[in-house]
Nanobody
Framework: QVQLIESGGGLVQAGGSLRLACAASGGTFRSYAMAWFRQAPGKEREFVANIRWDGSFTTYANSGKGRFTISRDTARNMVYLQMNSLKPEDTAVYYC??????????????WGQGTQVTVSS
């Protein structure tokens, strides 16, 4: 089974930074597209960022563009989301997702259980 475990969430002041991490196991990590999504209270789950299987392309939602950076470390089976200049509206549960076709468009077949990010104003 593919398992994704997120970490790195927490409480941070507005303007601060966090780095989320996603550890992948149980599959062929090198062939997966990876993505981050988030879900705030009362809102639908939304796309944040993704990275192609080989790391050659990344995309970002407008909400995080210029502030967030997705990266991957193939040797360690890890994906990261560096979040800078955090805003209270970034408060959400952040989820790591994997797509075994390796395409940015998906589908994203596997999901972690999320890590809470809370940004205080």
């Amino acid at each position: 089974q593919v398992q994704l475990i997120e970490s790195g969430g927490g409480l941070v002041q507005a303007g601060g930074s966090l780095r989320l991490a996603c550890a992948a196991s149980g599959g062929t990590f090198r062939s997966y597209a990876m993505a981050w999504f988030r879900q705030a209270p009362g809102k639908e789950r939304e796309f944040v960022a993704n990275i192609r299987w080989d790391g050659s392309f990344t995309t970002y939602a407008n909400s995080g563009k210029g502030r967030f950076t997705i990266s991957r470390d193939t040797a360690r089976n890890m994906v990261y989301l560096q979040m800078n200049s955090l805003k209270p509206e970034d408060t959400a549960v952040y989820y790591c997702a994997a797509g075994n076709l390796g395409l940015l468009a998906g589908p994203y077949d596997y999901w972690g259980q999320g890590t809470q990010v809370t940004v205080s104003s």
